[in-house]
């Protein structure tokens, strides 16, 4: 099983909307289907930027996903060699709904998901994007007690090594995410990765 057709599988789930349609975009086919040295975890799909392309990809036209590709391409990683996700695989898609941040419900709920994307890619750093990416992660591995009095900025770009892959912390692209952590500062978060990567495989070999 590739990590597409866990997306495929994802369509039929009723967990959190039971009766309702929910909306659940592929991952991009531009970006590793098997295993992946990062995996880059998100909030949820938008409805502006996943609902016109149909992808969870950074070429998607809404700030958020532009601003990652930006950072991306700072960071100077290669585009094959990893995986982008969100930490819920779907949103609600029936009238009246808006883009919200998941639940914690929803959040557990998608734990499922999450744990067959991580046993199929095995990655050796997981990169949260935004406070709900690195919630339901912690959440995901039992640490999020230890976390969850801490201010979310104070943890940005700062490595978490008490889970079985190590977990990097960034702002959310969004522009709100900006005002909260400015551009310049992010992107000196993104150029890290690669040394992080680079310190996690020394320490394997």
Not at 6 to 21: Q, R, S
Not at 23 to 47: C, H, M, Q
Not at 49 to 75: L, R, W
Not at 168 to 180: C, D, E, F, Q, W
Request: net charge neutral.
């Amino acid at each position: 099983m590739g990590l597409k057709e866990v997306f495929c599988e994802a369509k039929a789930c009723d967990k959190c909307y039971p009766g309702k349609d929910i909306y659940v975009p592929l991952p991009d086919s531009k970006n590793s289907d098997d295993k992946a040295d990062i995996i880059f975890i998100n909030e949820r799909p938008g409805r502006i930027g996943t609902g016109e392309s149909g992808y969870v990809s950074f070429d998607n036209n809404d700030p958020s996903a532009i601003f990652f590709k930006e950072c991306f391409e700072h960071a100077g990683l290669d585009r094959s060699n990893v995986f982008i996700t969100n930490a819920c695989l779907c949103h609600p898609n029936f009238e009246g709904y808006t883009d919200t941040a998941p639940k914690v419900s929803e959040m557990k709920n998608c734990h499922y998901w999450l744990e067959k994307q991580l046993e199929i890619a095995q990655p050796k750093l997981i990169v949260t994007v935004g406070r709900v990416a690195l919630e339901s992660t912690l959440r995901y591995f039992g640490c999020w007690s230890t976390r969850s009095k801490n201010k979310f900025l104070d943890v940005v770009g700062k490595s978490i090594t008490a889970t079985s892959s190590v977990v990097y912390p960034l702002s959310h692209t969004s522009r709100l995410g900006r005002v909260n952590r400015s551009s310049e500062l992010q992107k000196k978060d993104w150029a890290r990765i690669s040394g992080i990567l680079n310190e996690i495989e020394s320490s394997i070999i």
